[in-house]
């Protein structure tokens, strides 16, 4: 495990303490699998936060607008999980 692999590792840990185990699993592959797209996502975020939205919120609302192409990671990864 590389120290990215770690840092993921450790940040899906502490934000996601009650999700279950193979779904922070996924969470972990999918942002080393693609960290460009959830560097997007992290500054779509930032954005809707400085123009007035509450973390919640611009999280929710950036996740709706992306949910595609998530979608198409999520179907990927239980593909190769198989």
């Given amino acids: 495990m590389g120290i990215k692999d770690f840092f993921i ?3 899906v840990q502490s934000k996601m303490k009650g999700l279950p185990k193979e779904q ?3 969470v972990m592959a999918l942002v080393s699998e693609n960290p460009e797209f959830f560097k997007k996502i ?3 975020v930032s954005q809707k936060k400085k123009n007035g939205l509450n973390e919640q919120h ?3 609302q950036t996740i709706r607008e992306n949910q595609a192409e998530l979608q198409k990671m999520m179907m990927a990864w239980q ?3 198989k």
Avoid: G, S, V, W
Wanted: glycine share 0%; net charge positive.
């Fill in 9 to 11: 590792k450790k940040l």
């Fill in 24 to 26: 922070q699993e996924m």
């Fill in 42 to 44: 992290e500054e779509q």
């Fill in 58 to 60: 611009a999280m929710m």
């Fill in 79 to 81: 593909q190769k999980k």
